[in-house]
């Protein structure tokens, strides 16, 4: 079944959600395809074997059988937060029979040899990097979120939160932090002061989703509160006081006044893998470049004559330090990709390409052509 509604497609009931062209196809080839009566839903949150969907009411849908085995089989292919899903009627019930193509993903790499990456997040168009004004700020840390934003195809943005408390040192938090994420925009905030809220909040565009990263306490939640002017996301308090409890299935895409998503994953806030060794590559674009000019085009970096690293480094361009952390992060991620097969390593790479092509496609479109 397809979409024939009367509506103009910018009406489509699902276009608050994120639906897109590209969703759209996808869906409707799979819809030709079946013998069913299907309809497109978003994924909020799931689990083992049942997902809480929108079609954009709120349902619930349990898997179809050949879902099951395929996620028995590789968990990657198992509906998560942001998915878009073709769902069906089963009696009283919903069923979901397929999971539709992701543009992107968020991967947690399994660690252990034999263990399955893990998606926790799909089609996410951005995501926030969030580093406290007050805690160093740690740039390490944020080269790895940012590595593991590229690596999963969308685009980062890093927010320097509670930057009330940078006091006069605002400055150079800032400039450290631009230097360190050069190719990401860079936004001060604070959710107590509202400072910098308004340079933000207009680059959550309707309909984008969105994933925040950073490590506990960063002021995530209170980040999303400030933006959306109310509360859609519980606070470090308010998390403290609810420990212990049973907490249900909960809502995990969140709907921000403005338009944009929110995928509220707490297995997200604390990943630290760097994510694909292009991932690093990307956030160390600066070191990269250099290393184009090496003579050598296998150069180690270490004392070949004619590198052009250890030139930079001689003459105070390069931070030694940063070279040492790029080489970190590199082994890191190669080690991590070295257990993946190289079908998912290409298929990553061509998401950077088709994302590029769609937020070019998208920005015509917004321009009206
Ligand atoms: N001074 C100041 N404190 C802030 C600001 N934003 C958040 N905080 C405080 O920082 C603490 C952590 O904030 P949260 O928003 O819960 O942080 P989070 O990143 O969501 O934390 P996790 O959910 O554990 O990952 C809370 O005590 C907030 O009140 C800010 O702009 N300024
Ligand atoms: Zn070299």
């Known amino acids: 079944m397809s979409t024939s509604r009367t509506d103009t497609p910018t009406a489509h009931p699902l276009t608050g959600l994120g639906w897109n062209p590209r969703v759209e196809h996808a869906f409707d080839s799979l819809s030709h395809a079946s013998g069913h009566a299907l309809y497109p839903a978003r994924v909020s949150s799931s689990r083992r074997g049942g997902a809480l969907v929108r079609l954009p009411g709120e349902a619930h849908a349990d898997y179809a059988p050949a879902l099951t085995r395929a996620a028995r089989e590789d968990p990657s292919t198992a509906p998560c937060a942001g998915d878009w899903v073709a769902v069906r009627r089963s009696g009283d019930t919903w069923l979901v029979e397929a999971v539709l193509e992701r543009s992107t993903s968020l991967v947690r790499q399994g660690v252990a040899k034999d263990s399955h990456d893990q998606v926790l997040a799909a089609n996410v168009d951005a995501v926030l990097v969030c580093e406290a004004a007050d805690q160093g700020p740690n740039v390490g840390r944020l080269e790895r979120f940012l590595s593991l934003a590229w690596a999963c195809g969308a685009t980062p943005v890093v927010a320097v939160t509670k930057s009330e408390l940078a006091g006069d040192r605002l400055p150079e938090v800032l400039e450290l932090v631009r230097t360190v994420a050069a190719g990401a925009d860079v936004y001060g905030v604070s959710a107590h002061t509202g400072d910098g809220l308004a340079e933000l909040a207009p680059r959550f565009l309707p309909g984008t989703s969105w994933v925040l990263l950073g490590t506990s306490g960063a002021g995530k939640s209170s980040l999303v509160n400030s933006l959306a ?16 409890r049973h907490t249900t299935t909960h809502r995990q895409l969140l709907e921000l006044p403005g338009g944009a998503l929110v995928l509220d994953i707490p297995g997200v806030r604390r990943i630290d893998v760097p994510g694909d060794p292009e991932g690093v590559d990307r956030t160390f674009a ?10 050598f085009r296998d150069c180690s970096h270490g004392s070949e004559p004619g590198c052009a690293i250890t030139a930079a480094v001689d003459e105070g361009e390069l931070d030694s330090e940063r070279l040492a952390r790029w080489n970190r992060l590199r082994r890191e991620a190669e080690w991590n990709s070295a257990r993946g097969d190289q079908r ?19 920005a015509r479109l917004k321009r009206g052509r």
């Open 344 to 362: 998912v390593r290409a298929e990553r790479k061509q998401r950077w390409k088709a994302a590029e092509r769609e937020a070019r496609a998208n």
């Open 286 to 295: 600066d070191v990269g470049e250099l290393a184009g000019r090496c003579r």
């Open 229 to 244: 002017g109310q509360s859609l996301m519980d606070t470090g308090e308010i998390r403290q006081d609810k420990r212990g």
